[in-house]
């Protein structure tokens, strides 16, 4: 193992300055990285290597007042922007939906001017799905926090269980979150508590006990699509699920702003929960329970625009009946 660590240092050497080297070494420690060969970790260290130019190449846009958000390093260094949303993503998208309602917007309603759901207790705490990917599970967020407005009662609700065990219409690390997660739980009559069926970060065999049912659905709402006014009108009843396009490589480093990217598409691959949104002069979606923990984006919370034509596809949402 000596000779190894060593051997990974001389390889190492010719390929990064003392100060690279000493941040990769600081990067590795923080965030406990360990790789399996020499050559993956020189493979690694390129990547990092090049990541930091990419970061200071946008910050530099911000500095201009090109674009309206700020990058830094995080514990994604070492991914490239193919397979950050790789191991990262894992919202599916299929042509049928079975909705109990549609949630539409009408010109003359009067909402809320800003909304954050996090005051009220109601916004979840920001947890690290891993390698598995299981986003579009954030419907656990929803459907907790539903139940929490409508009782005063807050369960935390199990993500592993739909992993496990709503095979139908998701594959385990991915799904649909009306679809694979609302319908699993009403079919189910019920999802289990998370203390009695923990988070393991994969697949596994579904191990379903009925007295540890913690909550349950009726089905669902889908907010209409593509309306980001019924979206708002949505987030003002509570928490909710949505839909975003989470490819982007400046998203894999984002710390701060008000997220707005132009090369966004609506070919959604990452499920989140929007808790709240800011006032129209402030213009953005308030998102947390992007599961990729809280040292990314702003303590696991991303600002992303509102009113910019659907940005990154967000205005696909859905709540759970309860």
Not at 158 to 187: E, R, T, W
């Amino acid at each position: 193992m000596k000779f190894l660590t060593l051997l990974a240092w001389v390889v190492a050497d010719g390929v990064a300055s003392p100060s690279r080297r000493q941040q990769w070494g600081d990067f590795k420690a923080e965030h406990g990285r360990r790789y399996a060969s020499v050559q993956e970790e020189r493979y690694r260290l390129s990547v990092f290597e090049q990541n930091p130019q990419f970061i200071d190449d946008d910050n530099a846009r911000f500095e201009n007042g090109d674009v309206t958000f700020m990058l830094e390093m995080n514990q994604f260094g070492d991914m490239t922007s193919e397979v950050f949303p790789a191991t990262r993503n894992g919202f599916l998208t299929f042509p049928s939906r079975r909705r109990e309602g549609i949630l539409g917007a009408q010109a003359d309603e009067t909402l809320p001017l800003q909304v954050d759901w996090r005051t009220k207790g109601a916004a979840p705490p920001v947890k690290d799905q891993k390698q598995c990917g299981p986003c579009w599970a954030s419907t656990t967020g929803s459907l907790d926090r539903q139940h929490f407005l409508k009782d005063g009662k807050l369960v935390r609700l199990s993500q592993q269980n739909p992993v496990d065990c709503s095979k139908f219409a998701n594959m385990g690390c991915g799904g649909l979150m009306d679809q694979a997660a609302f319908h699993y739980i009403k079919a189910n009559k019920g999802i289990v508590t998370g203390d009695s069926y923990p988070y393991e970060a994969q697949d596994g065999q579904c191990r379903f006990d009925a007295t540890n049912v913690g909550a349950t659905d009726t089905g669902c709402v889908a907010v209409e699509h593509g309306s980001e006014s019924a979206v708002k009108k949505a987030v003002a009843i509570g928490p909710i699920s949505v839909a975003i396009d989470a490819s982007q490589p400046t998203l894999q480093f984002y710390p701060n702003g008000v997220y707005y990217e132009e090369y966004c598409s609506t070919m959604l691959d990452h499920g989140v929960l929007a808790v709240g949104y800011g006032a129209p002069e402030k213009g953005y979606w308030l998102v947390p329970k992007n599961s990729w923990n809280t040292s990314w984006g702003n303590k696991g919370y991303i600002q992303m625009s509102l009113d910019k034509n659907n940005n990154c596809g967000i205005a696909q949402a859905s709540y759970p009946h309860v």
